[in-house]
């Protein structure tokens, strides 16, 4: 397999496990926040590996763990993000 | 205190920022410096953006990995976004031009920043600096259209 198709391949791999661990991340996500508010779970195959302080931390034990690179991190918080102008703007194809 | 002195439109502040893996800043330490000149992007300045974000083109030209998910509040209700870790850098003049080159200086910002992939329409910037980075600043901005952040 070429460099960059191997790049892809692992790029489609992640996105997957991000969208698999977010759906289960959401379902423990109330109680999570009992504990575990404003900390990072580091998080493989669907399953919680760690709890850390930083996302640094939650990181650099991912990398560690993982050599293929195949985790997600998230933060316990279900507060939104306010991109300001940016959260309320439609795309021009969205608005048309 | 470094600082930068540049230009605003009246209307926006746009400024060159550095986007650096943040695995690749970890790696300073064994002397592996990154390429500062090849992650240089446009960034809009944007008090009102909690945090920072990225379009996809810029993450995709540095090879970035999402990390995760995080929930962004938009028009439609929540939606959830890549979340990549980088750090920001600023380019700073430092010398005198010499021999047609100014000697350059590049600050690193210290904290990890947890940024958000954003759909950024058209090609005038690449990143949207948020309040993240420009809390740790002193910003200034000038009406004779000249603005100064100190970090």
């Known amino acids: ?96 | 205190m470094p600082c930068l002195w540049l230009q605003h439109n009246k209307s926006q502040i746009f400024l060159n920022v550095g986007i650096v893996d943040a695995n690749t800043v970890v790696d300073l330490v064994g002397g592996n410096r990154p390429d500062i000149q090849n992650n240089m992007f446009t960034a809009l300045l944007d008090t009102g953006a909690q945090v920072t974000a990225i379009s996809k083109r810029a993450a995709d030209k540095l090879g970035l990995r999402p990390i995760g998910k995080v929930p962004i509040q938009g028009v439609g209700g929540l939606s959830y976004h890549n979340n990549y870790l980088f750090q920001v850098a600023m380019v700073i003049p430092i010398g005198e031009q010499n021999a047609g080159k100014i000697e350059l200086a590049v600050h690193i910002f210290h904290k990890p920043i947890e940024g958000v992939e954003l759909n950024i329409a058209g090609d005038q910037f690449d990143v949207l600096l948020g309040m993240d980075i420009i809390s740790n600043c002193s910003l200034a901005i000038e009406g004779n259209g000249t603005f100064s952040l100190s970090f």
């Open chain 1, 1 to 96: 397999m070429k460099k960059n198709q191997a790049s892809v391949a692992r790029s489609s791999g992640v996105d997957i496990e991000i969208e698999r661990n977010l759906r289960v991340f959401r379902e423990k996500l109330q109680n999570l926040k009992l504990h575990h508010a404003g900390r990072y779970v580091l998080m493989h195959s669907e399953e919680i590996v760690g709890i850390y302080d930083t996302v640094r931390d939650a990181q650099t034990t991912g990398a560690a763990m993982f050599s293929d690179g195949i985790f997600s991190i998230q933060k316990v918080s279900s507060d939104p993000i306010n991109l300001g102008y940016f959260s309320y703007a439609l795309p021009v194809a969205a608005a048309q």
